[in-house]
């Protein structure tokens, strides 16, 4: 069984959200699904300045079994991206929810982190996949 730290929000497309206190919030990919994504081999991210919305792609995590789209788990603006995954893209797969971050979003509307699952709500969701 992965990890899913209750004190992050989760998509059902496998994002993790943690609120930063101070409206923004760090985005990155759950354990679980790095684990079926594989070793990472590249992480192409949004721009900072980039506005996305809630539910629509935004990045891409390429790994040496596929690529897979990345979604915004909340609508705002990127304000922080993580550089280090440029030249060590692995580190989503050695500290998925740690170092391995992927962008960070200040929220449009802190009521959409009311759309998404808690840790037990994400953990039933990847039991019936």
């Known amino acids: 069984m992965s990890n ?3 004190e992050l929000k989760y998509a059902s497309s496998h994002e ?5 206190g101070d409206g923004t919030y760090t985005v990155g990919i759950t ?26 792609d935004c990045a891409v995590a390429e790994s040496v079994k596929a690529a897979s789209d ?4 909340i609508t705002g ?12 893209p692995e ?12 962008f960070r979003v200040k929220a449009s509307d802190e009521a959409e982190l009311g759309n998404l699952l808690d840790a037990e709500g994400y953990a039933n969701s990847i039991d019936e996949d």
């Open 31 to 56: 354990e679980h699904a790095q684990e079926l994504l594989g070793d990472m081999v590249f992480v192409e991210l949004p721009e900072v300045g980039d506005e996305v919305d809630a539910g629509e």
């Open 4 to 6: 899913i730290p209750s």
């Open 70 to 73: 990345i979604y915004a788990p």
């Open 91 to 102: 580190t989503v797969n050695n500290d998925a929810f740690g170092d391995g971050w992927l």
């Open 16 to 20: 993790w959200v943690r609120a930063e």
């Open 77 to 88: 603006e990127v304000v922080a991206i993580n550089e280090d995954l440029e030249d060590a």
